[in-house]
């Protein structure tokens, strides 16, 4: 009988604290740290953090938190992840046309949701013709 080999995932998780401030130190003077956790090893601790509360790898954290008016939050594709992977979500329709962008969701037990963001919500609140990914 043949024997399957059963592959080990590598991890550079730490698990004290002093592996932590170290890990993030690292991060903190790499070349590869995202330029808002450039040199900021604290920060770098509390976004890994974060994103291990989220059920993210540190990295996925480093690429997917930001910092907004002083608040740490999870922005782009990694919100729309997290969402996708809870047990509830059913499903997500998004449409969009010059002016206006929609998102229906639905979660198991609760009706549909909808969310439209026109041009005008986009001026009020000062987004418009500014540079940045909703552009």
């Given amino acids: 009988m043949t024997q399957l ?5 590598f ?7 002093e592996q932590a401030e170290k890990y993030a130190q690292m991060i903190a003077l790499s070349s590869f740290c995202p330029p808002s956790f450039k040199g900021n090893p604290g920060d770098v601790l509390i976004a890994v953090q974060m994103g291990n509360e989220l059920g993210l790898k540190p990295i996925q954290a480093l690429q997917n938190i930001a910092v907004i008016n002083g608040k740490p939050s999870i922005y782009g ?10 047990p ?3 499903w997500l329709k998004e449409e ?4 206006e962008a929609t998102c229906i ?11 439209v963001f026109t041009r005008k919500d986009a001026e009020t609140a ?6 940045g990914p909703w552009k």
């Fill in 5 to 9: 080999a059963v592959k080990q995932e």
């Fill in 126 to 131: 000062g987004l418009w013709g500014k540079a």
């Fill in 96 to 99: 969009g046309t010059e002016l």
């Fill in 88 to 90: 509830d979500f059913e």
């Fill in 105 to 115: 969701i639905k979660r198991r037990g609760e009706p549909e949701y909808k969310a």
């Fill in 77 to 86: 594709d990694a919100m729309l992840a997290l969402v996708k992977s809870h």
């Fill in 11 to 17: 991890s550079l998780l730490p698990t004290t604290f």
